[in-house]
């Protein structure tokens, strides 16, 4: 039987990590859907903000998210930040597999993605006192999706061995 994991939760949160370390552990494909994103526009996420505009990038980021769980039987995918929160795609990724939220504390996020926003459209030209309020006014925002996941899992805690063993008792 397939099985079908969309790893969500802010930038940050350690999607990607995690779903690399789940992917080898259950020997189940890995995707990362903005370097999906990435390859089918051959442009950076940067650029692609930059020249096309959010809405743009919104509607490529469903289409591409379609396409890679249409095709595949298995996989662990590391969503955007933003991916729950558009055109229904929380209830699609529900319907087609389990969504797992990470939630990792303002503080955290903040450590981290001080570190490297260059890369994140929404974050590269905001000062750390505007990043704050940012990062606390958006997980705000996003908080009725993210809270749509099937399995909701506190990261700044979390092991490989409970997130295996939540994914399997969801
Ligand atoms: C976004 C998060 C990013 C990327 C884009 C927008 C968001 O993904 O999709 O920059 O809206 O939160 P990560 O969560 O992997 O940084």
């Given amino acids: 039987m397939g099985m079908k994991i969309f790893l969500i939760g802010f930038m940050g949160t350690g999607k990607t990590h995690w779903g690399k370390r789940l992917s080898e552990k259950l020997h189940i494909p890995f995707f990362d859907l903005d370097e999906q994103i990435v ?3 051959k ?25 890679i ?7 662990i995918m590391a969503c955007g930040g933003g991916t729950p929160c558009y055109y229904n795609n929380i209830d699609y990724m529900n319907q087609q597999g389990i969504s797992v939220w990470l939630n990792t ?3 955290i996020l903040f450590q981290r993605l001080a570190k490297e926003k260059s890369k994140r459209p929404l974050l590269k030209d905001l000062n750390d006192i505007q990043m704050k309020e940012f990062i606390q006014k958006k997980l705000a925002d996003r908080k009725i999706y993210y809270e749509q996941a099937s399995i909701i899992l506190e990261e700044d805690t979390l092991t490989l061995d409970r997130l295996v063993e939540k994914i399997f008792h969801a």
Wanted: charged share 35%; net charge negative.
């Fill in 105 to 107: 504390s303002t503080d």
């Fill in 69 to 75: 769980a249409g095709y595949n039987e298995s996989f």
């Fill in 39 to 41: 390859e089918h526009e």
């Fill in 43 to 67: 442009k950076t996420i940067n650029e692609i903000f930059a020249e096309r505009g959010e809405e743009y990038f919104r509607l490529l980021e469903k289409d591409v998210l379609h396409i």
